[in-house]
């Protein structure tokens, strides 16, 4: 496939729990973003990559947040301790160099019971 | 103020009709601007990119930008039922000397109905 592709596509986890969501962006594409989505509300920007540079994390609500991207490709963004709060679709985009089209994969529905 | 808003919803046109959607911006030096549709339950479609001042038409959508009023809106011809769906509009917010893209940063976005 050509689109992004997030995994896994749904994740129920216990409160306390870590998990790990994965995004594989477009083959070239330097750009990728993390959002949240939760229920009925807009899209809470969460991490920005871009090439090399040092990623813009000022969307990460906390330090239980955290993500990386390994070798300009796949990110990985890992929740610790979920709390319920955290219950949201987790969104990723990337986009190619120089342009800011940005295309979505099909998103991880977290739950934290 | 927020960086990037939308006009308030829910907004209900009967089908056929022009349907107008609106965002305004904060940044004065955006270059790029975006508008998604995201069906109920799916993830955001990029639906039409605009760059210049002017009008971008694309079959039976028309973006318009005016940056120095720092206004971007989408007009939907002829709507149809099928174009029901939350709109919404993105900005790519580049600071004033700022030599690179910054982040993709999204409006709340607008429910739009189409009734037949």
């Known amino acids: 496939g050509a689109g992004v592709s997030q995994s896994p596509s749904n994740k129920v986890t216990e409160k306390g729990k870590d998990v790990e969501l994965r995004c594989d962006p477009i083959?070239?594409?330097?750009?990728l973003y993390w959002y949240r989505q939760s229920l009925g509300q807009g899209l809470e920007f969460l991490i920005y990559f871009q090439g090399n540079s040092a990623p813009d994390k000022s969307g990460l609500p906390s330090d239980r947040f955290s993500a990386e991207r390994t070798g300009g490709s796949v990110s990985t963004l890992t929740i610790q301790r979920t709390q319920q709060e955290d219950s949201a679709v987790y969104l990723c985009a990337s986009s190619p160099v120089r342009a800011v089209e940005a295309f979505f994969g099909q998103g991880t529905r977290l739950t934290v019971v | 103020q927020k960086e990037v808003e939308q006009n308030s919803g829910p907004l209900s046109v009967p089908e056929g009709a022009i349907a107008s959607l609106n965002c305004t911006y904060s940044d004065r030096v955006s270059q790029s601007f975006f508008w998604y549709r995201q069906y109920s339950g799916k993830s955001p479609e990029l639906i039409m990119s605009i760059y210049s001042n002017g009008d971008k038409e694309d079959g039976r959508f028309t973006a318009q930008l005016n940056k120095a009023s720092q206004y971007v809106s989408l007009l939907i011809r002829d709507s149809q039922p099928s174009d029901s769906a939350t709109y919404l509009c993105a900005v790519n917010l580049r600071r004033a000397g700022g030599t690179s893209y910054g982040k993709l940063t999204f409006g709340q976005g607008t429910i739009l109905t189409v009734h037949p």
């Open positions: 083959s070239g594409h330097t750009a």
